[in-house]
């Protein structure tokens, strides 16, 4: 038997594992369950968790011992958000769980996974069997006040969150000996790791329990060596740890012992217990299976952002009237150009059958686009010549769909990958389609690359060169809209009045998308003094006033925003009537925060490379402490709006805190081009904004120095992790907007409106 009919044969005996649940439908009441939790802040530490604690191990625990399920319909007991979750951080630990349980009642306490056509049937029999048993003791309890009053946190020295120590009253922890609080801390950041659109689709979740089976089956050959998850294996180990006697029974059938699940270890540096467990296991994989660990969409998104500030209150009694503006979500999807993308992993291993006599002294591959983005080059480190040459190059990528997939082409050089003097030696396609049509979302193969015309390689004799690479898939889902303003010419005003009875000008924005077709016309005037500009929108409904601080000689970095009135979308009126009042009101809560925030934050970045930025935060009860639903910068007009975001409102919101500032501040800063409605030709990009995305590692500070020195690939980074200039130059044909590269050079304008000779 030859090496690749072992690790097939490896896999194999993976996939044929006794698991006994259903692992996606358990992984889907996990994510579900998280997601919940996440409403619900206060569940993550302070006296809601310790009431939780102690409804769990007085309530929940003895309930569960003593009817087991509802004898009437024979389906599974549910219990309440605050004790499902408290039982499911201890499950997590399944020995500590199995000896807790044996302490208590002699037994593990468990119930199957619920079908979820029968959940609420068994959720309404559950409650009416707590209240007959506990009268004094609700099923559930009220933890919405934690919206307004989350737990308190401090940042931690590594930038995450931590919530401040707390005590357990003594009659809550003389039971149950494992720390609840504790697990609980460990566990609150995980959400945030599994929460990308992605993970929720079945196709995902699939391929996950697949490569759950490998992990568990690294064990029955492993020499306790200490194996990390990535997060795609993590979470159905965890749901697989929600059947608490079903995982003690597999485990014990597949391993003869349970396996634990050591959280306690969070250090990722160099050298550390979790980084070096990393490393093992990626090699003991590709030893076992000979594919790479690696997985796109399943790996350490970096610490969790800091949380938004609480939902505004309205303070100004002319808005008393609570006049609600109603955004209408649905429609502007049928005026504006979808996107969807995909996250890849790419990892070029190594090449074969090089003909070494007639190429030049190194090799390096090269990775084009097939479609859009013609201009992206990205080349790989270069190597030594040889007939088995090998880079071990890993690439994290984001592309919209439509780029259809990669070209990867091999050159040989003598003057270095830059020269236009490399040779091509041949190229291969690597399409999307391929990826996706795979059951596991990933492949490892060799592709052979094209002979072409060369010569030097066609005798019959000579194997074609090939290409061993390693690639994974996330499904596509729905990226964020992307926009630009620029200036409309006077002519394109076609007749409206440029100045209004109190002479105040009027100044027009024309807004285009990523593809530079014109979606927005905006014509704005507004209203102040020295020190503030107020705007009135729909019809009065809502009033933004973008306010100066006198004292601050560089306001305009962070100006302040007071945003008064109500914008809404239309209510869900489906919602059980008890949720249908702080729908109503929390699809009205917006805030304007300056900067880049939560999920648009920049490690490490400077106040001077924050300047400009806006975050838009949405307060909706999925996310009562705020979700970023928009970024812009006011100097440079770009627009990202995500898509259950209004993107009229971004829009009018951008452009006239834009107008704001320049009014406010003169013209120390640069303002974006004109262009004539009449005259201009929408037509797509060269470079296709936002075809292509190198993401960056996680934790990544942000390093002017560093992202010069990759200046060809500025273009390809999140383009709110550009130098503000370089994007402006990047995006307008205007001298007077130049690269940081060029703005040191020639002491141009900084994005803070000083120059260089002024650092």
Request: aromatic share 10%.
């Amino acid at each position: 038997m030859d090496e690749e009919q072992v690790l097939v044969g490896n896999w194999k005996a993976a996939q044929a594992l006794p698991i006994s649940i259903d692992l996606i439908a358990a992984a889907k009441q996990e994510l579900d369950l998280l997601a919940q939790v996440d409403r619900h802040p206060c569940l993550y530490g302070g006296p809601v968790l310790l009431r939780a604690i102690e409804r769990y191990e007085n309530f929940w625990l003895p309930l569960l011992d003593s009817e087991g399920k509802v004898a009437e319909e024979g389906l599974p007991l549910i219990p309440p958000l605050d004790c499902d979750w408290v039982w499911h951080c201890h499950r997590l630990n399944p020995v500590q769980y199995a000896k807790d349980c044996d302490k208590l009642y002699g037994r593990i306490l468990d119930t199957p996974v619920v079908n979820p056509a029968d959940r609420e049937t068994a959720t309404d029999a559950t409650r009416t069997l707590w209240e007959s048993k506990f009268q004094d003791e609700p099923y559930e309890v009220d933890i919405s006040e934690a919206r307004d009053a989350p737990v308190v946190q401090k940042q931690d020295c590594d930038g995450g969150n931590e919530a401040l120590p707390t005590v357990i009253p003594s009659n809550v922890a003389n039971r149950i000996t494992y720390n609840l609080v504790d697990a609980v801390s460990r566990q609150k950041s995980f959400y945030y790791q599994v929460s990308q659109p992605h993970v929720v689709q079945n196709q995902f979740l699939q391929s996950a329990a697949q490569r759950y089976k490998g992990f568990l089956y690294l064990f029955t050959r492993n020499n306790g060596t200490f194996l990390v998850p990535t997060y795609d294996v993590d979470i159905m180990w965890h749901a697989h740890q929600r059947s608490a006697t079903a995982y003690s029974r597999d485990c014990i059938s597949i391993l003869k012992w349970v396996l634990e699940h050591d959280d306690t270890d969070s250090g990722r540096g160099e050298g550390q217990k979790l980084n070096t467990g990393f490393k093992d296991t990626c090699k003991l994989w590709e030893n076992t299976y000979g594919t790479i660990y690696v997985k796109a969409g399943a790996m350490y998104r970096g610490d969790q952002p800091l949380l938004a500030q609480p939902p505004p209150v309205l303070e100004d009694p002319d808005f008393t009237n609570r006049k609600l503006v109603c955004l209408e979500q649905q429609q502007q999807h049928s005026y504006l150009t979808e996107r969807r993308t995909v996250q890849v992993c790419l990892v070029l291993i190594g090449a074969r059958n090089v003909p070494t006599r007639q190429t030049e002294p190194t090799l390096f591959v090269r990775l084009k686009v097939l479609n859009k983005c013609k201009s992206f080059e990205l080349d790989t480190y270069e190597v030594p010549t040889s007939s088995d040459p090998v880079w071990r190059r890993v690439f994290m990528m984001r592309f919209e769909v439509g780029t259809e997939g990669l070209i990867l082409q091999l050159h040989s050089s003598r003057m270095g990958m830059f020269s236009s003097g490399s040779k091509l030696l041949g190229e291969a396609k690597l399409t999307w389609a391929t990826l996706l049509a795979s059951p596991s979302l990933s492949i490892r193969t060799w592709l052979p690359l094209s002979k072409r015309n060369f010569t030097f390689i066609s005798s019959s004799a000579q194997a074609p060169i090939e290409l061993d690479i390693s690639a994974s898939v996330t499904p596509p889902v729905m990226a964020p809209y992307l926009l630009r303003a620029v200036k409309a010419q006077d002519n394109d005003l076609h007749g409206s009045l440029q100045k209004t009875q109190e002479n105040r000008p009027l100044t027009s924005r024309i807004v285009l998308d990523h593809a530079d077709r014109e979606i927005f016309f905006v014509q704005a005037q507004s209203a102040g003094n020295a020190n503030a500009r107020q705007w009135a929108l729909y019809d009065g409904g809502v009033q933004l006033t973008v306010v100066k601080i006198s004292q601050d000689d560089q306001w305009h970095l962070r100006p302040e925003f007071k945003l008064q009135g109500y914008l809404g979308f239309p209510v869900n009126f489906s919602l059980p009537f008890f949720c249908l009042f702080y729908e109503l009101e929390s699809y009205k809560q917006v805030r304007l925060l300056a900067g880049r925030k939560l999920d648009y934050e920049v490690k490490g970045a400077t106040v001077e490379e924050e300047a400009g930025f806006v975050t838009v935060i949405r307060y909706t009860l999925d996310y009562p402490l705020g979700k970023s639903t928009a970024l812009f910068n006011t100097r440079s007009g770009a627009m990202e709006v995500t898509a259950e975001e209004s993107v009229p409102l971004v829009v009018l919101l951008s452009t006239i805190i834009s107008i704001s500032v320049v009014d406010m501040l003169g013209t120390t800063i640069p303002s974006p081009p004109k262009i004539s409605r009449t005259n201009f030709k929408g037509k797509p990009n060269r470079n296709e904004w936002g075809s292509v995305v190198m993401e960056r590692a996680a934790n990544e500070k942000s390093d002017l120095a560093q992202k010069l020195a990759n200046y060809n690939l500025l273009n390809y980074q999140f383009w709110w992790d550009m130098p503000f200039l370089y994007w402006c130059a990047s995006f307008y044909s205007n001298p007077l907007i130049l690269s940081y590269r060029q703005a040191y050079e020639q002491g141009a304008l900084l994005g803070d409106g000083r120059t260089a000779t002024e650092m």
